[in-house]
């Protein structure tokens, strides 16, 4: 599952008001915390993850750049 299914999933959760499906879809997040610790960090923020969001921000610091962004990222503010 990449991060545009999760985005998606979690958006649906979030409007619906599906807690149970929103604790699940944090487990592709740990999974592309290394391909893309930009992202998952500014999900698990929007969503309320301060463990995820955490995770990623450390995990970030391994990266020496980042080169590109998915679209939805450009919606979450900053």
Do not use: N
Not at 14 to 20: A, L, R, W
Request: aromatic letters at 8%.
């Amino acid at each position: 599952m990449d991060l545009d299914e999760v985005w998606r999933i979690l958006v649906a959760a979030e409007k619906y008001d599906m807690q149970s499906l929103k604790g699940l879809s944090m487990g592709p997040l740990m999974l592309a915390v290394d391909d893309d610790p930009l992202s998952v960090y500014a999900v698990a923020c929007r969503f309320g993850s301060a463990e995820m969001a955490a995770h990623a921000a450390k995990a970030s610091l391994k990266t020496p750049t980042f080169t590109s962004r998915p679209a939805w990222l450009s919606s979450i503010s900053g």
